[in-house]
């Protein structure tokens, strides 16, 4: 059997009479890319704070590597990685500064952060700039050395947040084949973005509209079901019928 | 007709120097026009409306807007022009209608004066007057940053990436704003991260390390793009995509979707000069045959590396696919510079 490594059960957060998150339900696989899609305050930021332990549901279940979101955030937290569009590395610091930083606070033990750090610098192809201040990187690098700390502690499951907002077109792949490569390797991509063309990049995606999970499918089947060839498409007809806007 | 923007040669660099942001770039937009600024972060987007809006100055070059010197006549520009920048730039501690009502004081007019330029937009809004700024959705926060940048009626309307993070449906609709507001004479300069959306301008200009690689029509762009270009899946597209990228016939290949986009090496009838920054690429007519045989070699390869569900297809370039074509290129010629340079 498929191991879960993401289990979501009736998953509900209510701030006073407004459901942010209403009863969602789906499992995640090992290895799988799921995109996790959805218009602005869909409750897409929501649901994803919750599953990262940040934050408590208010009625419903959902383990994320095995552990709780309602009583083992700690444990959670220990387990997934996380990045965003919004750059999270410390500018100020050297590249391997940076790695040892976010690898000791995950709890890798000196010797794997140096054997590590080596092979992350030779394949990214940063020898010559492992010593220099993250903050004079260019942006594309920048966004492909911040997952690259995201899964430096072999976390089961990273959860990227619109990684790719506003990289150019060529370094947008490049990152892919860097996430294609992660989940080759046994880790869970979790993945929000605005770029349709990179659902398509993804095993199956969701669509959340309102608060409740209104498609789960791979992107094949949503585009048969929506008789459409454009996961453009699948979206607008899905999200245009949004009651809600904003983030 | 005189160009209502006009840009010349203009030099921008941050850190004393160090960093050159906006390198040697030139382009006129005409009176009317729905002009688009696509590229990533970074690429200089930001640093050239800066100076267009008079708030920035450049090291060299000049700009003009509406026949006035950006740098001397930049009293008169402030009047003329209406800016959205990238960053929700208005006071959160105000209403909607406080809001509106200051820029209005700020530029001598009033809500009243203008609202058949704004009515459209300012109507999705006004169920939500008394809501403070920093209180409202991002669509809505847009469209007040809209309403704001229009209240003293400019002439030149330019907006900084106002889609990014926006999702597929706000996004058409506020496109689909833009189009009002041209067809009511203002001219619009827009950027955009957005490939997809490159079509929705009549002019676009692809810029890349503070560089204009390309300015034309969306249309002319695509025509413009020198080699044929071909779409294939398989079962495993991933694999697929390392199989050819691998192959030393593919010259490029990239992800695009359900597909993977492929072009071929060697061909006799591809002109491989390298074009300058701007310089228009050659257009080249393959013979049928040309594209059958190539369509065949693709099937092989493809074949050979065991892949099921093969699927290839000649087909039709994007914005996209030339704007990574010309980036490769951009790139080539930088490093090209650099070794002469040594």
Redesign the interface.
């Known amino acids: 059997m498929e191991e879960k490594v993401i289990v979501c059960k009736d998953l509900t957060k209510q701030f006073g009479d407004f459901y942010a998150v209403d009863k969602i339900s789906f499992d995640v696989s090992k290895g799988e890319i799921f995109g996790f899609l959805g218009a602005n305050g869909a409750g897409k930021t929501t649901a994803m704070r919750i599953l990262c332990g940040l934050s408590y549901p208010s009625s419903g279940e959902a383990t994320v590597a095995g552990f709780s979101v309602r009583n083992q955030q700690e444990s959670i937290k220990k387990n997934i990685g996380y990045m965003s569009q919004k750059f999270s590395l410390y500018e100020n610091l050297s590249i391997l500064e940076n790695i040892e930083f976010f690898g000791g606070v995950y709890g890798v033990s000196r010797k794997d952060i140096r054997e590590r750090s080596d092979k992350l610098i030779q394949d990214m192809g940063l020898q010559k700039e492992a010593k220099k201040m993250v903050g004079s990187l260019p942006l594309g690098w920048k966004q492909k050395l911040a997952f690259s700390v995201s899964i430096f502690h072999r976390p089961k499951i990273v959860f990227l947040d619109e990684p790719t907002g506003g990289v150019d077109p060529v370094t947008r792949r490049q990152f892919w084949d860097m996430i294609y490569d992660a989940s080759a390797s046994g880790i869970t991509i979790f993945v929000t973005t605005h770029y349709m063309d990179e659902a398509e990049y993804c095993n199956r995606i969701s669509v959340m509209v309102d608060g409740k999970m209104e498609a789960l499918d791979s992107p094949a089947n949503l585009k048969k079901r929506y008789a459409t060839d454009s996961m453009d498409e699948v979206f607008y007809k899905l999200a245009r019928g949004a009651r809600r806007s904003g983030d | 007709m005189p160009a209502t923007v006009s840009v010349q040669n203009l030099i921008k660099t941050y850190d004393k120097g160090k960093v050159l942001a906006v390198d040697k770039v030139s382009f006129d937009v005409k009176a009317g026009e729905l002009f688009g600024l696509i590229?990533?972060?970074?690429?200089g987007k930001s640093s050239i409306f800066r100076i267009l809006t008079t708030v920035l100055l450049a090291d060299s070059g000049t700009a003009t807007l509406a026949g006035y010197d950006v740098v001397k006549d930049y009293r008169e520009i402030r009047n003329r022009v209406g800016y959205m920048p990238g960053k929700f730039s208005l006071y959160q501690d105000l209403t909607i209608q406080e809001n509106l009502e200051f820029f209005a004081t700020v530029f001598g007019t009033t809500i009243e004066a203008n609202m058949d330029l704004i009515r459209d937009i300012y109507d999705q809004i006004k169920p939500f007057s008394n809501r403070r700024a920093g209180k409202?959705?991002?669509?809505?926060?847009q469209k007040l940053a809209l309403c704001c940048a229009l209240i003293h009626k400019p002439e030149v309307l330019l907006l900084d990436?106002p889609t990014?993070?926006?999702?597929?449906?706000?996004r058409?609709e506020f496109w689909e704003m833009l189009k009002k507001l041209k067809a009511q004479g203002i001219t619009i300069i827009v950027s955009t991260?957005?490939?997809?959306e490159a079509k929705r301008c009549e002019r676009i200009a692809l810029i890349?390390n503070g560089r204009i690689m390309s300015v034309d029509t969306p249309g002319n762009i695509i025509r413009a793009y020198p080699e044929k270009l071909y779409a294939a899946k398989s079962d495993n597209i991933?694999r697929l995509l390392k199989d050819f990228r691998s192959h030393p016939e593919t010259d490029r290949s990239?992800?695009?979707?359900?597909y993977i986009h492929i072009s071929l090496k060697n061909d006799p009838t591809v002109n491989r000069q390298l074009p300058t920054a701007n310089c228009q690429l050659p257009t080249v007519n393959l013979q049928p045959s040309t594209v059958n045989r190539q369509l065949e070699f693709l099937n092989r390869i493809a074949a050979e590396n065991n892949h099921t569900g093969i699927q290839i297809k000649e087909i039709e370039p994007g914005i996209?696919d030339s704007?990574?074509l010309l980036?490769?290129r951009n790139d080539a010629t930088t490093n090209l510079q650099k070794t002469t340079e040594k």
């Open positions: 590229g990533a972060d970074g690429a409202l959705s991002g669509g809505m926060k990436e990014t993070g926006v999702d597929v449906v706000s058409k991260p957005y490939m997809d890349q991933y990239f992800a695009f979707g359900e996209e704007f990574i980036m490769s």
